[in-house]
């Protein structure tokens, strides 16, 4: 039980990168842009890949009447979630740690896990309704209106995750280290949790 | 009589040459046809990048131009010495100052010889400078926005054509006088040029941070010709070599009278201890009046300053400074090779190229071994400088480039070829044609302690049958060629622009990383500037209106004007908005008699219309800036001189 807890630990530990490094990325490539335009998201704001990067896809989306990219203080998730995380890596350090000490049993560490996975989605689903709201919300007297074959006005949603074509720019949205590291760090308080039950059967056996 | 007798023994000269070059050239293949693997040695595929840099001076255009190698794809003009429309160069109320003189503003120029910033005697690709031959001036070109940002002018000096060639690390940018002239200028007669002209070579002093030149000081020369010039490299650093012509101190039909001498001079100048004389106190300062010009990045603008005097040096007074190297037969070319031992005087009259050593020279001049003086100056013993000669190599040797393998190559002028040469044993070991009539040739690095080889290039003065004819003025043709191998392998047949003389090769890696993309916004401090929509205005200052604009893809804020009257000047004073790589902007003024501007990214220009009509008078972007560029426009009211409308302007009302 004294491994599981140490890996329950690094693995909430993992969560902390997401403050170091950016938990998705959004690459804009065109003809025109042969280096690709990107913001990377991180967990309290969002930033250019390079330092012009947003300016110049502000200026872009300009001519087909989208938004601005939001300041951090313009949505209250880039305050929120960065004390979600906190909470879930204080919360996992001390099961970890009581787990340790053989004061709680393995299925905090699972009970851990759905929280966060739960948090995630949630998360997830917050961040998919602003692309919809980012790529659909946009200005009637646009420059450059281009409708869909039935005649609604296409959307400019960038995918969820993976990749897709926007007139002349090919979109990729995928996770980036903050993400993976978050990955790694739920992955490793499942094992914590296997690992933890594994031990606490053998013992019940003997 | 005694000039026809001159003539024909020329004639007679070329004649025997001429033949002897012939059988030489034909030992190897004299066909133009390209092999296929020539081919693909010069193909850059779609996207690709090539490997090396050129800068090639344009000659009468004035400017310099940016070439790919192997490619031989021009990418871009620089606007150096000439007004350029292009871009507004020479026109925008910033750039103005960068071609004021002592003759007042000159717009135009013949540049020569680039030459690349050296550290420890490599290319350090920071900067090259090139030299204006016609009003003398050096500019500095910045190799990471590839624009001049400085001129200075050369005072005391006339045709600056031994100019402008680099120290090993960069100590110096250095400008030999072609003419020599009454110093200071006087109302004289011509015929007492001999005894009385001096020819003025110029050390200008480079900041190692910001490359910022000024004068040093200037070594009164006889009333020779300077022709070229090359530093003194590894064991000869410290030294500088200049060939001369007209040693004669003829002044008229030079073709004649400054052939006479069967041996002109290179002149050797030891900086170093010119220099040690200067810094404590040597020299004299004389009143002198030259134009400094400098381009400053954050303001994006350009000042001129006139400079009231320069330090010179009487080189007789220098004991120890100055010899003269007898070199045969007016020498154009002075180059010295990688390892500095090698000082090779390119006799144009001469059938064998002439070669003297660093090593010999020292223990000349130890040894006291003089052959009389000139004006006081040690003149060497011919004989005891000799590191030896290329026996009859070709027709009317030009200049010589190194390979950093031993070997040699010079150009051929009137045989129309670059012949490849040993170092040391002075044996001719290739020769192939180019087309025709070669001037320069350059090897990356060639003017170094450490040439890149792998390619060379030789600079043509005549076309001919080389491309699609385009009536009777046609750009000059240039051959490059692989040297990579022991025979020289032609790649390569390419126009250059305007007329290159010389021009400097770099490795891309040492620059392309370095190349800027935009100048950013917040650096800007031009005190005109309109960083936002908040920041443009117009104002009236009695009849001169400045009106501040910006612009972004695609509209230009304000757009509507109002209240100019005619008789008033009108200075628009536009910032680019944009922070993204390769997107100017264009403005252009209906009836403008100036030029167009092309502003780049995150910089500031600043064009004076004088409206002479009553109307209302469009402006647009002249560059295709995106979808909607051909929106990008604009109008001015323009109302009779004596109306009351106030000014006022707007965007999107």
């Given at each position: 039980m004294k491994k599981a807890g140490i890996i329950m630990i690094i693995g909430s530990l993992l969560l902390l990168g997401l403050f170091k490094f950016p938990l998705w990325n959004i690459v804009l490539g065109a003809p025109q842009y042969p280096d690709p335009l990107g913001m990377n998201i991180f967990i309290n704001g969002i930033q250019g890949v390079e330092e012009f990067d947003l300016q110049n896809i502000d200026g872009l989306n300009h001519y087909i009447g989208m938004k601005t990219i939001p300041k951090p203080e313009e949505m209250w998730e880039f305050s929120v979630f960065p004390k979600v995380i906190i909470g879930m890596v204080i919360l996992g350090v001390v099961i970890g740690?009581?787990?340790?000490?053989?004061?709680?049993?393995?299925?905090?560490?699972?009970?851990?896990?759905?929280?966060?996975?739960?948090?995630?989605?949630?998360?997830?689903y917050d961040f998919n309704n602003w692309l919809i709201d980012y790529g659909s919300n946009l200005d009637p007297n646009a420059i450059i209106k281009v409708t869909n074959p039935d005649g609604t006005p296409m959307s400019y949603k960038p995918p969820l995750i993976g990749y897709q074509k926007l007139l002349n720019f090919d979109v990729d949205s995928w996770p980036h280290i903050g993400g993976y590291l978050m990955f790694v760090g739920m992955a490793l308080t499942l094992v914590a949790f296997w690992l933890g039950r594994k031990i606490t059967l053998k013992q019940t056996t003997q | 009589m005694m000039k026809n007798k001159f003539k024909l023994s020329i004639g007679l000269m070329v004649a025997a040459l001429a033949f002897t070059g012939c059988n030489n050239s034909s030992q190897t293949s004299n066909k133009g046809a390209l092999g296929s693997s020539a081919a693909e040695k010069v193909f850059v595929a779609p996207g690709e990048h090539d490997s090396h840099y050129a800068f090639l001076s344009g000659g009468y255009s004035g400017n310099l131009t940016v070439y790919g190698l192997p490619s031989g794809r021009m990418f871009k003009e620089i606007p150096v010495f000439s007004q350029f429309p292009t871009n507004g160069y020479g026109y925008s109320e910033e750039t103005k100052p960068m071609l004021e003189t002592s003759f007042g503003f000159v717009p135009w120029d013949d540049s020569h010889h680039p030459d690349i910033s050296q550290t420890n005697g490599e290319l350090d690709g920071r900067w090259v400078f090139i030299n204006g031959n016609n009003t003398p001036r050096i500019a500095r070109i910045s190799l990471t926005s590839f624009e001049t940002e400085e001129i200075i002018e050369v005072p005391n000096s006339a045709g600056n054509h031994s100019s402008s060639f680099i120290t090993e690390n960069t100590e110096y940018v250095v400008a030999g006088t072609r003419f020599s002239v009454p110093v200071p200028q006087r109302d004289m007669s011509i015929k007492d040029y001999k005894g009385?002209?001096?020819?003025?070579?110029?050390?200008?002093?480079?900041?190692?941070?910001?490359?910022?030149?000024?004068?040093?000081?200037?070594?009164?020369?006889?009333?020779?010709?300077?022709?070229?010039?090359?530093?003194?490299?590894?064991?000869?650093?410290?030294?500088?070599f200049f060939t001369t012509y007209n040693t004669e101190e003829a002044n008229s039909l030079l073709e004649v009278n400054a052939s006479q001498n069967d041996k002109d001079f290179i002149a050797a100048i030891n900086w170093k201890k010119i220099e040690e004389y200067v810094n404590n106190g040597g020299g004299t300062m004389m009143p002198a009046n030259y134009a400094h010009n400098l381009h400053d990045e954050a303001t994006h603008t350009a000042t001129s300053t006139m400079k009231k005097e320069v330090r010179v040096v009487n080189p007789s007074e220098v004991p120890g400074a100055v010899y003269l190297l007898p070199t045969p037969k007016s020498p154009h070319g002075c180059d010295v090779d990688p390892s500095g031992e090698y000082i090779v005087g390119n006799g144009k009259l001469s059938a064998n190229l002439t070669v003297h050593s660093f090593t010999k020279m020292l223990d000349a001049i130890e040894n006291k071994k003089f052959d009389g003086d000139a004006y006081g100056i040690p003149i060497l013993n011919f004989e005891d400088v000799l590191a030896g000669s290329v026996q009859q190599p070709g027709l009317g040797p030009l200049h010589t480039e190194f390979d950093g393998q031993g070997n040699a190559y010079t150009t051929f002028f009137i045989s129309s070829e670059v012949v490849k040469w040993k170092l040391g044993t002075w044996?001719?070991?290739?020769?192939?044609?180019?087309?025709?009539?070669?001037?320069?040739?350059?090897?990356?690095?060639?003017?170094?302690?450490?040439?890149?080889?792998?390619?060379?290039?030789?600079?043509?003065?005549?076309?001919?049958?080389?491309?699609?004819?385009?009536?009777?003025?046609?750009?000059?043709?240039?051959?490059?060629?692989?040297?990579?191998?022991?025979?020289?392998?032609?790649?390569?047949?390419?126009?250059?622009?305007?007329?290159?003389?010389?021009?400097?090769?770099?490795?891309?890696?040492?620059?392309?990383?370095?190349?800027?993309?935009?100048?950013?916004?917040?650096?800007?401090?031009?005190?005109?500037?309109?960083?936002?929509?908040?920041?443009?205005?117009?104002?009236?200052?009695?009849?001169?209106?400045?009106?501040?604009?910006?612009?972004?893809?695609?509209?230009?804020?304000?757009?509507?004007?109002?209240?100019?009257?005619?008789?008033?000047?009108?200075?628009?004073?536009?910032?680019?908005?944009?922070?993204?790589?390769?997107?100017?902007h264009g403005f252009a003024m209906i009836g403008a008699r100036n030029a167009e501007l092309l502003v780049s990214p995150g910089q500031t220009r600043t064009l004076t219309w004088e409206p002479q009509q009553v109307g209302v008078w469009p402006f647009y972007c002249t560059d295709f800036c995106s979808a909607l560029h051909q929106e990008m426009q604009g109008y001015v009211r323009v109302s009779p001189a004596d109306s009351d409308i106030e000014l006022s302007w707007s965007l999107g009302e």
């Amino acid at each position: 039980m004294k491994k599981a807890g140490i890996i329950m630990i690094i693995g909430s530990l993992l969560l902390l990168g997401l403050f170091k490094f950016p938990l998705w990325n959004i690459v804009l490539g065109a003809p025109q842009y042969p280096d690709p335009l990107g913001m990377n998201i991180f967990i309290n704001g969002i930033q250019g890949v390079e330092e012009f990067d947003l300016q110049n896809i502000d200026g872009l989306n300009h001519y087909i009447g989208m938004k601005t990219i939001p300041k951090p203080e313009e949505m209250w998730e880039f305050s929120v979630f960065p004390k979600v995380i906190i909470g879930m890596v204080i919360l996992g350090v001390v099961i970890g740690f009581l787990g340790f000490l053989e004061k709680v049993s393995y299925k905090f560490f699972l009970g851990w896990f759905l929280l966060m996975s739960i948090l995630g989605v949630l998360g997830m689903y917050d961040f998919n309704n602003w692309l919809i709201d980012y790529g659909s919300n946009l200005d009637p007297n646009a420059i450059i209106k281009v409708t869909n074959p039935d005649g609604t006005p296409m959307s400019y949603k960038p995918p969820l995750i993976g990749y897709q074509k926007l007139l002349n720019f090919d979109v990729d949205s995928w996770p980036h280290i903050g993400g993976y590291l978050m990955f790694v760090g739920m992955a490793l308080t499942l094992v914590a949790f296997w690992l933890g039950r594994k031990i606490t059967l053998k013992q019940t056996t003997q | 009589m005694m000039k026809n007798k001159f003539k024909l023994s020329i004639g007679l000269m070329v004649a025997a040459l001429a033949f002897t070059g012939c059988n030489n050239s034909s030992q190897t293949s004299n066909k133009g046809a390209l092999g296929s693997s020539a081919a693909e040695k010069v193909f850059v595929a779609p996207g690709e990048h090539d490997s090396h840099y050129a800068f090639l001076s344009g000659g009468y255009s004035g400017n310099l131009t940016v070439y790919g190698l192997p490619s031989g794809r021009m990418f871009k003009e620089i606007p150096v010495f000439s007004q350029f429309p292009t871009n507004g160069y020479g026109y925008s109320e910033e750039t103005k100052p960068m071609l004021e003189t002592s003759f007042g503003f000159v717009p135009w120029d013949d540049s020569h010889h680039p030459d690349i910033s050296q550290t420890n005697g490599e290319l350090d690709g920071r900067w090259v400078f090139i030299n204006g031959n016609n009003t003398p001036r050096i500019a500095r070109i910045s190799l990471t926005s590839f624009e001049t940002e400085e001129i200075i002018e050369v005072p005391n000096s006339a045709g600056n054509h031994s100019s402008s060639f680099i120290t090993e690390n960069t100590e110096y940018v250095v400008a030999g006088t072609r003419f020599s002239v009454p110093v200071p200028q006087r109302d004289m007669s011509i015929k007492d040029y001999k005894g009385n002209f001096k020819g003025a070579l110029t050390f200008i002093s480079v900041d190692p941070e910001h490359g910022h030149m000024d004068i040093k000081f200037q070594v009164l020369m006889p009333g020779f010709n300077y022709d070229l010039s090359h530093p003194g490299r590894g064991k000869s650093h410290g030294w500088f070599f200049f060939t001369t012509y007209n040693t004669e101190e003829a002044n008229s039909l030079l073709e004649v009278n400054a052939s006479q001498n069967d041996k002109d001079f290179i002149a050797a100048i030891n900086w170093k201890k010119i220099e040690e004389y200067v810094n404590n106190g040597g020299g004299t300062m004389m009143p002198a009046n030259y134009a400094h010009n400098l381009h400053d990045e954050a303001t994006h603008t350009a000042t001129s300053t006139m400079k009231k005097e320069v330090r010179v040096v009487n080189p007789s007074e220098v004991p120890g400074a100055v010899y003269l190297l007898p070199t045969p037969k007016s020498p154009h070319g002075c180059d010295v090779d990688p390892s500095g031992e090698y000082i090779v005087g390119n006799g144009k009259l001469s059938a064998n190229l002439t070669v003297h050593s660093f090593t010999k020279m020292l223990d000349a001049i130890e040894n006291k071994k003089f052959d009389g003086d000139a004006y006081g100056i040690p003149i060497l013993n011919f004989e005891d400088v000799l590191a030896g000669s290329v026996q009859q190599p070709g027709l009317g040797p030009l200049h010589t480039e190194f390979d950093g393998q031993g070997n040699a190559y010079t150009t051929f002028f009137i045989s129309s070829e670059v012949v490849k040469w040993k170092l040391g044993t002075w044996e001719v070991l290739d020769r192939k044609p180019t087309y025709y009539s070669v001037g320069h040739l350059t090897i990356p690095g060639g003017n170094s302690r450490k040439p890149f080889g792998k390619y060379m290039f030789a600079m043509n003065k005549i076309t001919k049958d080389r491309y699609l004819p385009t009536g009777p003025e046609m750009e000059h043709s240039a051959q490059l060629y692989d040297i990579s191998g022991d025979k020289m392998e032609i790649l390569l047949d390419f126009p250059t622009h305007g007329e290159p003389h010389y021009a400097a090769a770099i490795p891309a890696e040492i620059i392309k990383s370095k190349s800027k993309k935009i100048y950013r916004l917040d650096e800007n401090e031009h005190p005109r500037k309109a960083i936002s929509e908040a920041d443009t205005k117009v104002v009236r200052d009695g009849k001169n209106v400045h009106i501040y604009m910006n612009m972004i893809r695609s509209h230009f804020t304000p757009d509507n004007i109002e209240g100019v009257k005619v008789g008033d000047k009108v200075f628009f004073h536009i910032t680019n908005l944009e922070q993204d790589f390769d997107v100017p902007h264009g403005f252009a003024m209906i009836g403008a008699r100036n030029a167009e501007l092309l502003v780049s990214p995150g910089q500031t220009r600043t064009l004076t219309w004088e409206p002479q009509q009553v109307g209302v008078w469009p402006f647009y972007c002249t560059d295709f800036c995106s979808a909607l560029h051909q929106e990008m426009q604009g109008y001015v009211r323009v109302s009779p001189a004596d109306s009351d409308i106030e000014l006022s302007w707007s965007l999107g009302e």
